[in-house]
């Protein structure tokens, strides 16, 4: 059974484009964070909310915490090649020991 | 400003051989997760260990697997008597405190043949 749910699994988009991938679960966490993976290297982390309805921006990329902090959306701006990536959501639950990883996003952007 | 540092990158190794995947966290860091990635597969949790300490290693299979973070020296994913199927890439974290950001290595590509 998978904790955290991405959707879209794929998302194929043009360049200058908007998007929005989503991370829902039916549990609460204590805290949540993005990472972007290419392809042969590691996750590399983008962001971390822990407040309920928090909204934080990275450039052209916009993360909101549910206000339940039950889940969790990430949309970006003008889509650039660059964005082209594996988008992975991550939570801690307020009783975990583990960070619990999403589905994942697998995102690419046509230039 | 050294990150999570895993070592070798790839990792080729006969059915029956011992592998051992080295990770140091990140200068700081007391804290070290362990995850197994398969392609086209998110990451699988493994095992949390605290300097000397495991702390939660329920998604560690029984049998071959182990893992340590000594008092000195990187935290060792050790896999023996390994099988096609242990062919995957395994990715480090690291963390300051418990359940706080975890920055990743860049992983060990380990394949059985």
């Known amino acids: 059974t998978q904790l955290l749910e991405q959707s879209p699994q794929f998302l194929s988009i043009q360049e200058g484009e908007n998007l929005t991938v989503y991370c829902n679960s039916s549990?609460?966490?204590?805290?949540l964070q993005w990472y972007r993976q290419e392809p042969g290297e590691g996750p590399v982390l983008l962001v971390t909310v822990v407040t309920g309805g928090e909204v934080k921006k990275l450039k052209r990329l916009t993360f909101q915490f549910g206000d339940a902090r039950k889940d969790s959306s990430l949309h970006i701006t003008a889509a650039q090649p660059g964005d082209t990536g594996l988008y992975l959501c991550a939570g801690v639950l307020n009783t975990g020991n583990q960070f619990y990883f999403g589905t994942g996003t697998s995102l690419t952007v046509i230039p | 400003n050294a990150g999570v540092m895993q070592n070798p990158r790839h990792l080729v190794r006969r059915r029956g051989q011992e592998a051992r995947l080295r990770c140091s966290p990140m200068?700081?860091?007391?804290?070290v997760y362990w995850y197994r990635q398969l392609p086209e597969e998110g990451l699988k949790f493994m095992v949390y260990?605290?300097?000397?300490?495991?702390?939660?290693e329920s998604g560690m299979p029984k049998e071959r697997f182990s893992a340590e973070f000594p008092k000195e020296g990187p935290s060792i994913l050790r896999i023996q008597q390994v099988v096609r199927g242990d062919s995957a890439a395994y990715f480090c974290?690291?963390?300051?405190?418990?359940?706080?950001?975890?920055?990743f290595g860049q992983g060990t590509r380990l394949t059985v043949v």
């Open positions: 974290a690291s963390s300051a405190q418990a359940n706080t950001e975890a920055f």
């Open positions: 200068k700081g860091h007391s804290h």
């Open positions: 549990s609460v966490f204590s805290s």
């Open positions: 260990l605290q300097k000397e300490n495991i702390i939660d």
